[in-house]
């Protein structure tokens, strides 16, 4: 069951019309967001990120924090599995193709959940393989955007080569993965891009800096150079779907000993406990 513009329907039912313009120029925002045990995680960061992306966009947000609340609590519920990944997608809706922004126009709301699946264990004990490519993006890479076609195209070079993701450089500074945040880790230092303009701000980014503060890991914040990323102990990969995985090849070498390293283990439990703590507080925190 999805909704879409006021409606819960089953989403063979969903409709749009083909001048919608996140259909004609990719005009709209979205966000992904965790739910386990039927809980969002993280709602009120995410509701964030969306009105950042909106404001980015300067598109009026259609709904207020707990209008949203209860539409995604409305979709978890007509959906059957306990972890869902729900899907939140707002367009400049239906006008007459014009770059322009139309007036007075009602935005296209959209709200589909599918089931959310931890990575595999195999793939959590051997570690992903990424390659790198230069970050050919624009440079609002912090708005949540639907226009998705470097990404589409950067992440298909990686399923190309055999590979799970492509951890991208821009000016000879790592920026982010395609469809994930990434970290390096070297000498038990923990080292992450800082957020801008040239990287999504990532809502399990900032869960990880949390667990290294809360836990006394060393960890620093500062732009990190391509060659830091290769000469890396281990690599991290985080996002909403994935949450916290290794890499452990890049570019068709080992990345540190070529397996999972001990900073991996350690967020990895970390975050498990985390979730585990958040969605026993059970609260369904309303922004
Ligand atoms: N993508 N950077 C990019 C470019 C992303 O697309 C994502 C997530 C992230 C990680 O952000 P978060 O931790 O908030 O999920 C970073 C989602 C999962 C997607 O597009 O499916």
């Keep these: 069951m999805i909704y879409l513009n006021g409606t819960f329907m089953p ?4 409709r749009i019309s083909v001048l919608d313009r996140g259909f004609i120029f990719g005009d709209g925002v979205y966000e992904v967001i965790p ?9 009120s960061e995410h509701l964030l990120r969306l009105q950042h992306s909106l404001d980015g966009i300067r598109l009026e947000n259609p709904h207020t924090n707990s209008e949203w609340s209860e539409l995604l609590e409305q979709i978890i519920a007509r959906n059957s599995s306990d972890d869902q990944y729900l899907y939140l997608h707002v ?25 959310l699946l931890p990575p595999p264990a195999e793939l959590l004990a051997t570690g992903a393989t990424a390659i790198t490519a230069v970050d050919n993006r624009w440079l609002r890479c912090d708005i949540k955007g639907i226009s998705l076609l470097p990404n589409v195209l950067l992440r298909q070079m990686a399923i190309d080569a055999g590979a799970l993701e492509t951890v991208l450089i821009r000016d000879g500074f790592m920026t982010e993965g395609s469809a994930s945040n990434i970290f390096v880790v070297k000498k038990g230092l923990l080292l992450a891009p800082p957020k801008n303009n040239l990287m999504l701000p990532g809502i399990t980014y900032d869960v990880v800096l949390e667990l290294a503060e809360e836990h006394g890991i060393p960890h620093e914040v500062r732009a990190i150079s391509e060659q830091e990323v290769r000469a890396a102990d281990e690599l991290l990969l985080t996002s909403s779907t994935k949450e916290v995985m290794p890499i452990t090849r ?3 070498r080992q990345v540190g000993g070529g397996v999972p390293g001990t900073m991996f283990a350690l967020f990895y439990r970390l975050y498990q406990d985390y979730k585990d703590k958040v969605m026993r507080r059970g609260a369904v925190h309303t922004p």
């Design 91 to 115: 367009t400049r809706g239906v006008a007459r193709r014009d770059h322009a922004f139309p007036k007075g126009v009602a935005p296209t709301v959209f709200i589909m959940s599918n089931p």
């Design 35 to 43: 739910a386990y045990s039927h809980t969002p995680f993280r709602l």
């Design 11 to 14: 989403i063979e039912e969903a």
């Design 250 to 252: 890049l570019d068709g």
